[in-house]
């Protein structure tokens, strides 16, 4: 910075100074410029907190916003492309719903049900990603453009004016204190003071003018979510009717009666009964119980990036899920990240 350049910077605070402490008074601007002042401070503040609480609308589990938030970090980190999509609450459901209607078999009506009620809902998550999209393309693009550009160029033009402001009063207040201040400097202070104003006005006009465009981006939001909301009562009728159909169904079966078969003969002989005993002790052990997704570690693997999972050789891992075919997310000495696949040996693979 050259010495006029930090000297009028001196100037400038000396003046602010006296303002705030000394009581000085300074050029006041007129109530109609306060007023759009006013209004575009709101203005920021409204869109900040709107395209947060859209966001949390569309994304509403934290857990996953975080979780997707540090999966695509570390792909980008890592020079991969592939991006994680926010989990649909509607998708994972409609994905349980499927695998536990197939495992009741195919006897079973409710397991029929379930199955074609998870693809409904698999269904609905679908919608919910193109209304995503929607209100990114249409309403969040948009408050972002008017945060980044508009009200960025607005507030520039603001704080210019509220410095050469400070430097037409530093300038004016020193000339009545007998301060070697000529007229020209004055002026000239002035003019530019007037050029910010004007400058700061007009981007302050334009920026509150711009309604009709806002309102339209507002309408194009409620649109999408009157669109979504068609579509979903639409597929969840239809699923109405066939689970109602199937219900019909079930209630016109003829019931299945259930007669207890003996797991052996009863015999007189004490020595036969035991036999039988231990038979049935035997060949009736208790189920075993599905074992938990993990992997043992090949290698001491240390963490390079945020989110990466450390561990040492032979540490046994608990899998959550695979991101792609080099990284898997699993959770060891109660830490959760990633870490690379050719680093484990799979013991008890994920359930696909």
Not at 195 to 203: D, F, H, P, T, W
């Amino acid at each position: 910075m050259s010495w006029e350049g930090f000297k009028k910077q001196f100037n400038k605070a000396n003046q602010y100074m006296s303002e705030k402490i000394g009581g000085a008074k300074g050029t006041e601007l007129d109530d109609e410029f306060v007023e759009m002042e006013r209004k575009i401070d709101v203005m920021g503040k409204l869109i900040d907190d709107l395209i947060a609480k859209t966001q949390e609308f569309l994304q509403p589990n934290p857990a996953s916003r975080t979780k997707m938030m540090v999966v695509n970090n570390f792909s980008k980190v890592r020079g991969t492309t592939k991006s994680v999509p926010y989990p649909q609450a509607e998708g994972t459901l409609g994905e349980h719903m499927i695998r536990h209607g197939k495992d009741l078999g195919e006897d079973m009506m409710f397991g029929d049900c379930l199955q074609e009620a998870g693809e409904v809902f698999k269904q609905l998550a679908e919608h919910k990603y193109a209304l995503e999209d929607n209100v990114k393309q249409n309403f969040l693009g948009p408050l972002s453009d008017l945060q980044n550009k508009d009200l960025k160029e607005v507030n520039h033009h603001r704080k210019k004016l509220s410095g050469r402001r400070l430097d037409f009063d530093c300038k004016k207040r020193k000339k009545d204190k007998g301060a070697n201040v000529t007229e020209e400097e004055i002026k000239l202070a002035e003019e530019k003071f007037e050029e910010s104003k004007q400058l700061a006005e007009n981007a302050m006009h334009n920026l509150l003018e711009n309604e009709v465009e806002q309102i339209a981006q507002l309408q194009s939001f409620i649109e999408a979510q009157k669109d979504y909301h068609k579509s979903a009562a639409e597929l969840l009728d239809d699923l109405l009717d066939n689970i109602e159909q199937k219900r019909n169904e079930a209630v016109s079966r003829p019931r299945k009666e259930f007669v207890p078969k003996s797991s052996s003969r009863i015999s007189t002989a004490s020595n036969h009964m035991y036999d039988t005993a231990d038979s049935y002790n035997f060949n009736h052990s208790p189920p075993t119980t599905k074992k938990e997704a993990c992997a043992k570690a090949l290698y001491d693997f240390e963490p390079e990036n945020e989110g990466e999972l450390g561990f040492s050789e032979g540490d046994m891992i608990k899998l959550i899920s695979q991101i792609d075919e080099n990284w898997y997310e699993g959770s060891v000495n109660g830490k959760t990240g990633f870490f690379p696949v050719n680093y484990v040996e799979v013991v008890v693979d994920l359930p696909h």
